[in-house]
């Protein structure tokens, strides 16, 4: 069983950054692969980015890449987006995922694990 609990969100400008962080329970953590998804009012839940159990891979959505990094701290059992650059279309509900599984997938359902959410707002 593991337990993520989000952090970090907020408002900010356009062109600003921000960090999440999603701190996790468990003692296993370090064989989960972990991702973010986000949700926007009215819009399906869409992937923005993963890593692996490892650390040694990462997936990004299109979108995001080269704006956003994914990086994981075992030792603190934590997993953090960095986003810079951000975007009004950026706005969304945060939220962080685990699965046991070693692949980093894009589908939602994919992941056993997830937060209660860490909400961004961009202004223009």
């Known amino acids: 069983q593991v337990q993520l609990v989000e952090s970090g969100g907020g408002l900010v400008q356009a062109g600003d950054s921000l960090r999440l962080s999603c701190a996790a329970s468990g003692r296993t953590f370090s064989r989960y692969t972990l991702s973010w998804f986000r949700q926007a009012p009215g819009e399906a839940r869409e992937f923005v980015a993963g890593?692996?159990?490892?650390?040694?891979?990462?997936n990004y959505a299109d979108t995001v890449k080269g704006r956003f990094t994914i990086s994981r701290a075992d030792a603190n059992y934590t997993v953090y987006l960095q986003m810079n650059s951000l975007k009004p279309e950026d706005t969304a509900l945060y939220y962080c995922?685990?699965?046991?599984?070693?692949?980093?997938?894009?589908?939602?359902?994919?992941?056993?694990?997830w937060g209660q959410g860490s909400q961004v707002t961009v202004s223009s």
């Open positions: 995922a685990a699965r046991s599984g070693g692949l980093i997938r894009s589908a939602g359902d994919a992941y056993e694990y």
């Open positions: 890593i692996s159990g490892s650390g040694g891979s990462t």
